[in-house]
């Protein structure tokens, strides 16, 4: 790095030690001398300092980043140029990047052991890193070297990603994998385009992103090979593995989202950042997603073997993270080309002849073959062959088994997986496990033969029927014979007969599939008259006697204790069986006796 004579840049940024070092740059810990916080300042290395392409490629960082402001990237605050003096002394205009400077550890870090994350930790990492990319492709620019020692975790488990080293305008013609931009991180997480040099876009995050994903579930890249040339003619035109073949507790709602992204096409991926973050969380919540089709994971093109074995030069060495406090990461790009995996038009066309050559070739033999054959059998139709012992095999019965255990069943067999699109209803078969195979079971086939599994989306669900006023009997065994769970409740009902249904719980008509409970409520044939009434008015407990469904009596006492028409007791008490006789005593006032005449009176004379 430059040995500066100057500890400020711009008069502002004091510089102290070295965090990070990378092919391209190098970053250092800064003191923002004027707003008094910590920094990161990223600063283009001295000897690419007066490379013309180089210093647009880092400027073309600062502008990309610069541009960004959200709480999953790491912001950047200040750009600039500063001349400085190189070790041979000569004065050179050095760019920089003022950063924002986060502790913490890059998930690159995360995966040394080799060993996966829990899947929460997983999918809460990509949901942050999906949150970034939806935003930054909301602004146009599509990151194209998302890899583990891009994506910081902070201290406080927050997400962020970084180094837009490489970013591109969606809308620009010229966004491909470029011979300078070649070296992008490392192979295992190029999309199919990237490593072909075709135009690159969002949906080229979103694959980087789920081979991120993949590791993170599985502790290894979706592909591995000697070289990166290897590596990217697997991400061309091998399918990838489902997670759940490597770590078996992966859901299949998690496999499908991995697969999904991992598409060849990018018309079969997802078509944004939101939509891949909403099946994940979806995936990882226990919902549904959509399957991906095997057709996803076609070869978008088939690389010329004399492409596959191309040299090339080592890629850049690890590094440490430009922000996270002296710790390892990968940090900017080597100037080494990658290889692309196309050649040129000419050596792709004259390839492309050679292959028509032979296929026209091998038509011919083969025709004057089945000529041969024809003539010598007197030119009737071939009988169909049947594949003898030797050369065939039987299809494993693998109904009610998962599609884990169904693959690993199957390809002992030496047969091929393939599952089909549409899953099927069945109360018989759980959900996610294999309900029929094409060909059947049994069935003799040829090795490496490909065997279609249909899954089972367990037992269709369907309205439950209205029961209310059912005799208990009959509605058990109509619930029992739906497949249903049946509970009981006895509760107490003054409008329905004893042991006759009162309400199911679900209600009528919600959807349930078979296996399901149904709590029945029955009618105990009782009511309870509360202890609470006396003292009330006459009329109040007649009407809450009547509600219960009770005949009511009632008794007039005369009293002077109680106001008239105050209940004075009600009889019995307690439950009682419905339509029971209670009696209600009230209280009246006593008939008023005639006041007798006074002592010493007399009658008025006439």
Same mark, same amino acid.
């Given at each position: 790095?430059?040995?500066?004579?100057?500890?400020?840049?711009?008069?502002?940024?004091?510089?102290?030690?070295?965090?990070?070092?990378?092919?391209?740059?190098?970053?250092?810990?800064?003191?923002?001398?004027?707003?008094?916080?910590?920094?990161?300042?990223?600063?283009?290395?001295?000897?690419?300092?007066?490379?013309?392409?180089?210093?647009?490629?880092?400027?073309?960082?600062?502008?990309?980043?610069?541009?960004?402001?959200?709480?999953?990237?790491?912001?950047?605050?200040?750009?600039?140029?500063?001349?400085?003096?190189?070790?041979?002394?000569?004065?050179?205009?050095?760019?920089?990047?003022?950063?924002?400077?986060?502790?913490?550890?890059?998930?690159?870090?995360?995966?040394?052991?080799?060993?996966?994350?829990?899947?929460?930790?997983?999918?809460?990492?990509?949901?942050?890193?999906?949150?970034?990319?939806?935003?930054?492709?909301?602004? /146009?620019?599509?990151?194209?070297?998302?890899?583990?020692?891009?994506?910081?975790?902070?201290?406080?488990?927050?997400?962020?990603?970084?180094?837009?080293?490489?970013?591109?305008?969606?809308?620009?013609?010229?966004?491909?994998?470029?011979?300078?931009?070649?070296?992008?991180?490392?192979?295992?997480?190029?999309?199919?385009?990237?490593?072909?040099?075709?135009?690159?876009?969002?949906?080229?995050?979103?694959?980087?992103?789920?081979?991120?994903?993949?590791?993170?579930?599985?502790?290894?890249?979706?592909?591995?090979g000697d070289s990166a040339v290897a590596v990217a003619y697997q991400h061309v035109s091998e399918p990838p593995r489902r997670p759940s073949a490597v770590t078996?507790?992966?859901?299949?709602?998690?496999?499908?989202?991995?697969?999904?992204?991992?598409?060849?096409?990018?018309?079969?991926?997802?078509?944004?950042?939101?939509?891949?973050?909403?099946?994940?969380?979806?995936?990882?919540?226990?919902?549904?997603?959509?399957?991906?089709?095997?057709?996803?994971?076609?070869?978008?093109?088939?690389?010329?073997?004399?492409?596959?074995?191309?040299?090339?030069?080592?890629?850049?060495?690890?590094?440490?993270?430009?922000?996270? /406090?002296?710790?390892?990461?990968?940090?900017?790009?080597?100037?080494?080309?990658?290889?692309?995996?196309?050649?040129?038009?000419?050596?792709?066309?004259?390839?492309?002849?050679?292959?028509?050559?032979?296929?026209?070739?091998?038509?011919?033999?083969?025709?004057?073959?089945?000529?041969?054959?024809?003539?010598?059998?007197?030119?009737?139709?071939?009988?169909?062959?049947?594949?003898?012992?030797?050369?065939?095999?039987?299809?494993?019965?693998?109904?009610?088994?998962?599609?884990?255990?169904?693959?690993?069943?199957?390809?002992?067999? /030496?047969?091929?997986?393939?599952?089909?699109?549409?899953?099927?209803?069945?109360?018989?078969?759980?959900?996610?496990?294999?309900?029929?195979?094409?060909?059947?079971?049994?069935?003799?086939?040829?090795?490496?033969?490909?065997?279609?599994?249909?899954?089972?989306?367990?037992?269709?669900?369907?309205?439950?029927?209205?029961?209310?006023?059912?005799?208990?009997?009959?509605?058990?065994?109509?619930?029992?014979?739906?497949?249903?769970?049946?509970?009981?409740?006895?509760?107490?009902?003054?409008?329905?007969?004893?042991?006759?249904?009162?309400?199911?719980?679900?209600?009528?008509?919600?959807?349930?599939?078979?296996?399901?409970?149904?709590?029945?409520?029955?009618?105990?044939?009782?009511?309870?008259?509360?202890?609470?009434?006396?003292?009330?008015?006459?009329?109040?407990?007649?009407?809450?006697?009547?509600?219960?469904?009770?005949?009511?009596?009632?008794?007039?006492?005369?009293?002077?204790?109680?106001?008239?028409?105050?209940?004075?007791?009600?009889?019995?008490?307690?439950?009682?069986?419905?339509?029971?006789?209670?009696?209600?005593?009230?209280?009246?006032?006593?008939?008023?006796?005639?006041?007798?005449?006074?002592? /010493?009176?007399?009658?008025?004379?006439?």
């Amino acid at each position: 790095m430059v040995e500066s004579r100057a500890q400020r840049l711009a008069g502002r940024y004091e510089l102290r030690g070295l965090i990070g070092r990378g092919g391209m740059a190098e970053v250092r810990l800064g003191y923002d001398t004027r707003l008094s916080r910590i920094v990161a300042v990223k600063m283009l290395r001295t000897d690419l300092a007066r490379d013309s392409v180089f210093q647009e490629r880092f400027r073309r960082e600062a502008h990309a980043a610069a541009s960004l402001n959200h709480p999953a990237i790491v912001a950047v605050y200040d750009t600039g140029e500063e001349l400085l003096v190189a070790p041979d002394g000569s004065k050179v205009n050095v760019p920089y990047i003022v950063m924002e400077y986060v502790e913490g550890h890059t998930v690159r870090d995360l995966l040394q052991e080799g060993t996966p994350l829990p899947i929460d930790e997983a999918v809460e990492i990509v949901a942050g890193v999906l949150s970034a990319l939806e935003y930054s492709h909301h602004e /146009g620019l599509v990151h194209r070297d998302i890899k583990p020692g891009n994506i910081m975790v902070t201290k406080t488990n927050k997400i962020k990603v970084m180094d837009f080293g490489i970013a591109r305008v969606l809308e620009d013609s010229q966004a491909t994998m470029t011979q300078t931009d070649a070296v992008v991180g490392t192979a295992q997480y190029l999309s199919p385009e990237q490593a072909q040099g075709e135009l690159v876009d969002a949906r080229s995050d979103l694959y980087s992103t789920g081979c991120v994903l993949f590791e993170l579930l599985t502790g290894q890249p979706p592909f591995k090979g000697d070289s990166a040339v290897a590596v990217a003619y697997q991400h061309v035109s091998e399918p990838p593995r489902r997670p759940s073949a490597v770590t078996p507790d992966v859901p299949y709602a998690l496999d499908q989202v991995v697969l999904r992204a991992l598409a060849k096409r990018k018309e079969d991926r997802y078509a944004s950042a939101s939509d891949m973050r909403a099946d994940l969380m979806r995936a990882a919540a226990g919902g549904e997603v959509a399957t991906v089709p095997d057709s996803a994971f076609l070869s978008t093109r088939r690389i010329d073997p004399i492409q596959q074995t191309t040299s090339m030069p080592p890629l850049p060495p690890q590094a440490t993270s430009p922000i996270t /406090g002296g710790v390892p990461a990968q940090l900017g790009h080597s100037t080494g080309a990658l290889p692309m995996v196309n050649e040129s038009e000419k050596q792709k066309s004259g390839n492309r002849w050679a292959w028509i050559i032979a296929i026209i070739v091998a038509v011919i033999v083969l025709g004057s073959a089945a000529l041969l054959w024809w003539s010598q059998s007197g030119g009737s139709a071939p009988a169909t062959v049947e594949p003898t012992a030797e050369q065939s095999t039987t299809v494993p019965d693998v109904t009610n088994m998962t599609q884990n255990q169904a693959r690993e069943a199957l390809e002992k067999a /030496g047969l091929v997986m393939r599952l089909q699109d549409e899953r099927v209803f069945s109360d018989d078969v759980p959900a996610d496990s294999v309900v029929s195979t094409d060909p059947a079971a049994g069935t003799p086939v040829s090795p490496d033969a490909t065997v279609y599994v249909t899954l089972s989306k367990g037992p269709e669900a369907k309205p439950l029927p209205e029961l209310a006023g059912q005799n208990l009997d009959q509605a058990q065994q109509q619930l029992k014979d739906a497949g249903y769970i049946v509970t009981l409740e006895t509760m107490d009902d003054p409008n329905m007969e004893k042991g006759h249904v009162i309400s199911t719980e679900p209600a009528a008509g919600s959807e349930l599939a078979a296996g399901g409970t149904v709590k029945l409520k029955v009618a105990s044939g009782y009511v309870k008259i509360p202890s609470n009434l006396a003292g009330k008015s006459v009329t109040e407990v007649t009407q809450v006697l009547e509600g219960l469904g009770l005949s009511v009596s009632t008794t007039a006492m005369e009293t002077n204790s109680k106001a008239p028409d105050t209940v004075l007791t009600v009889s019995p008490i307690g439950s009682v069986e419905i339509h029971s006789a209670v009696n209600v005593k009230y209280a009246v006032a006593p008939p008023v006796a005639p006041k007798p005449p006074s002592e /010493g009176s007399s009658s008025p004379e006439n």
